[in-house]
């Protein structure tokens, strides 16, 4: 059985449903409202449960309510928790979600300064025992300690490159795989041409580089040749999470070993039908699902 790790956040979402995002300040009537687990890492972790592998999820959470239920939420998914880390006296992170008609969304995210950042607590692992780790840069010293074992170990290593504060650029060297969101990648390099911003990230790492652009599909660097995938069509319903489904299936997928077009195919028709749901991980499909779906297309 595939094995991964998955280090990083996990939050919980509080998704508002609207006929439209706001534009301006007042007051708006939700059609529909759900709390779910949320956050890069352990999405991805679910996503990765849902296909089949044995998943480790690697994180921190407060020990309070939320915190519970975050935990009991990803082992009801089939995700290991034994190495995440419950603080005491600690407030979870939480998220306040707006989704409109169309699918779109708006992300605010709150993530609890109670949780400490240090790391160091990794090196008890024994990193080998997984065949891919993957890691979200919302937890910058978890993704740099967990990928300094990893390759120590022979392990490749996934980044979810998505938009933080901090620099990320000792995280993408250490990467074999830097897949960016378009935001995630336009803040590294400062630039909107996404080949040119490619190309400025391979710079930064031996590895792969990716950026997912939603609608538009994926686009990768192939020995510095441009490759697209264009996106799956599907009736969205709801985009939360299918950045995070995305990374959680391209490591699955490179972890067995698929060509680098084949796992950014798979990834991808998970990520799409997960948007035919609402929330960020009712729709993840598992693997019969999804090959059943890519016999579509082929």
Not at 39 to 53: D, E, F, R, S
Not at 175 to 188: E, N, Q, V, Y
Request: net charge negative.
């Amino acid at each position: 059985m595939t094995r991964i790790a998955c280090v990083g956040i996990t939050v919980l979402d509080r998704i508002w449903y609207l006929a439209d995002l706001p534009k301006e300040g007042g007051k708006y009537v939700a059609g529909d409202y759900r709390e779910v687990g949320g956050g890069p890492a352990a999405t991805a972790a679910v996503a990765a449960a849902k296909l089949g592998a044995e998943v480790d999820f690697i994180g921190r959470v407060g020990d309070d309510d939320t915190g519970h239920r975050l935990l009991a939420e990803l082992q009801a998914y089939g995700v290991n928790t034994r190495f995440t880390r419950v603080v005491t006296g600690a407030r979870s992170s939480q998220s306040a979600v707006l989704v409109d008609a169309s699918g779109e969304r708006i992300i605010a995210n709150y993530p609890s300064p109670d949780l400490p950042a240090c790391a160091d607590w990794m090196t008890e692992l024994d990193f080998g025992q997984w065949d891919a780790v993957l890691a979200d840069v919302r937890w910058h010293e978890g993704a740099k300690q967990a990928f300094t074992l990893a390759r120590a170990n022979g392990v490749p290593t996934l980044l979810d490159a998505d938009v933080t504060p901090q620099d990320i650029t000792e995280l993408v060297a250490l990467s074999d795989h830097a897949a960016f969101s378009a935001p995630g990648l336009l803040r590294l390099t400062g630039i909107r041409d996404a080949q040119a911003a490619l190309k400025q990230a391979q710079t930064l790492t031996n590895g792969h580089v990716y950026v997912t652009q939603g609608s538009q599909g994926c686009l990768w660097l192939d020995d510095s040749h441009l490759q697209q995938l264009p996106a799956f069509k599907v009736e969205v319903v709801d985009t939360t999470g299918a950045g995070d489904v995305f990374h959680g299936a391209l490591a699955v997928a490179l972890a067995q070993h698929d060509t680098t077009q084949d796992a950014i195919r798979f990834a991808s028709a998970v990520a799409a039908l997960k948007c035919t749901r609402p929330g960020g991980r009712a729709g993840i499909p598992d693997c019969d699902q999804t090959r059943s779906f890519l016999s579509l297309y082929v």
